[in-house]
C-alpha cells in the first residue's frame, strides 16, 4: 500500500491541523494506522495508532486529550486532527500502516510509510 500524507502547516499555539493520508489500493482496511513525528534532531516517535476497523484508538500520553485518530475505510484516508496545539508539537509528521492487529508502537514494526508532512507551532 501506498500513503500520502497531507495537511500539515503553521499555526499559532492552541491552534487546530487536521491531517490526513490517502493510501492507495484496496486492501487499506487490512491495515491498522499509526501517526509518528520527527523532531529535528530526535528519534521518530509514537503519537496514535487506530485498529483496521477503526473501534480501537491508541494515544500517546503527550497527546491524549488534544489529538484524535480516525479513519474512512470507505475513502481509504486516515486522518488525524490536532487540537491545542503546542510549540512541543512542531515535527515532521509520518502515517504508516501496520498488517499486524497487535498494538505497536515502535517505528520498525510498521510497514508502510508516507512522506511526512510538517507541522510547525509558534508560540
Known amino acids: 500500500v501506498q500513503l500520502q500524507a497531507s495537511g500539515g502547516g503553521s499555526v499559532q499555539a492552541g491552534g487546530s491541523l487536521r491531517l490526513s493520508c490517502a493510501a492507495s489500493g484496496r486492501t487499506f482496511s487490512q491495515y491498522a494506522m499509526g501517526w509518528f513525528r520527527q523532531a529535528p534532531g530526535k528519534e521518530r516517535d509514537f503519537v496514535a495508532r487506530i485498529s483496521r476497523s477503526g473501534v480501537i484508538t491508541y494515544y500517546a500520553g503527550s497527546v491524549k486529550g488534544r489529538f484524535t485518530i480516525s479513519r474512512d475505510n470507505a475513502k481509504n484516508t486516515a486522518y488525524l486532527q490536532m487540537n491545542s496545539l503546542q510549540s512541543e508539537d512542531t515535527a515532521v509528521y509520518y502515517c504508516?500502516?501496520?498488517?499486524?492487529?497487535?498494538?505497536?508502537?515502535?517505528?520498525?514494526?510498521?510497514?508502510?510509510w508516507g512522506q511526512g508532512t510538517q507541522v510547525t507551532v509558534s508560540s
Open positions: 504508516a500502516a501496520d498488517k499486524t492487529p497487535v498494538l505497536h508502537k515502535l517505528p520498525r514494526d510498521y510497514d508502510f
